[in-house]
């Protein structure tokens, strides 16, 4: 099973840049590396892809080390409205056994 | 907005009950999931339907049976479910070669009695 590691929960405060760390120990080499992020009562949503090295787009970036074991998702000078539910997803959907959300990081923006 | 819809958004249903839900996507998509996701538990992924055939997946009950009548509906069949099914049921949709960026409904609250 390509399970995922994140935190549970992380603090931090309007304009700062957040890193969210994900361990997949596991990774298989075909598997990209997706993180979504979810508000309550919503369903996910897509932010950010990668296979190896960094991406980046208009919301945040995903930093990727050589080895694939751990992936970084940054996010630039948060707001209030960033305060959600952050999913690191390995593996392929169409292989249930391999395809894991995990439990996702809470990040709490304050004021 | 995400282009996925679900309905009813929430649904309250005895243990005897036969009810349905239904997802229906406007992005074009190929491929259509179906996610539980329960209190203090990761997403699970129950239901995989790619160009518009089932892919396997045998650890979900039989309770709980899909259909998908075409690339841009997805339904849930229920019955006599229990009450730890209680969760909310999401809908996602995707292109069948990009299935790893899914695109979400808001999702049915289900409550079991």
């Known amino acids: 099973l390509a399970k995922t590691t994140q935190p549970i929960s992380m603090d931090s405060y309007e304009g700062q840049e957040v890193n969210i760390t994900c361990s997949h120990n596991n990774i298989a080499t075909n598997d990209y590396i997706t993180w979504y992020q979810q508000f309550p009562s919503q369903g996910p949503r897509f932010i950010i892809q990668g296979y190896k090295t960094k991406v980046t787009n208009e919301v945040a970036s995903l930093f990727i080390p050589a080895d694939r074991k751990s992936s970084t998702l940054s996010l630039p000078r948060v707001s209030l409205s960033d305060t959600a539910v952050y999913y690191c997803?390995?593996?392929?959907?169409?292989?249930?056994?391999?395809?894991?959300f995990g439990s996702g990081t809470k990040l709490n923006v304050k004021p | 907005e995400t282009g996925v819809t679900q309905t009813p958004r929430h649904l309250v249903m005895g243990m005897t009950n036969k009810k349905s839900l239904k997802c229906e996507q406007h992005?074009?998509?190929?491929?259509m999931y179906w996610y539980k996701q329960s209190a203090k538990k990761p997403l699970e992924l129950m239901f995989v339907?790619?160009?518009?055939?089932?892919?396997e997946n045998n650890s979900v009950p039989s309770r709980f049976s899909p259909e998908c009548p075409n690339s841009s509906h997805l339904f849930l069949h229920l019955h006599t479910l229990q009450p730890e099914d209680s969760a909310l049921y999401l809908c996602a949709s995707s292109q069948a070669h990009e299935r790893e960026t899914q695109y979400f409904g808001p999702g049915t609250r289900l409550l079991v009695l």
């Open positions: 997803l390995v593996g392929d959907p169409y292989n249930f056994n391999k395809f894991y």
């Open positions: 339907y790619s160009l518009e055939e089932r892919v």
């Open positions: 992005l074009g998509h190929n491929a």
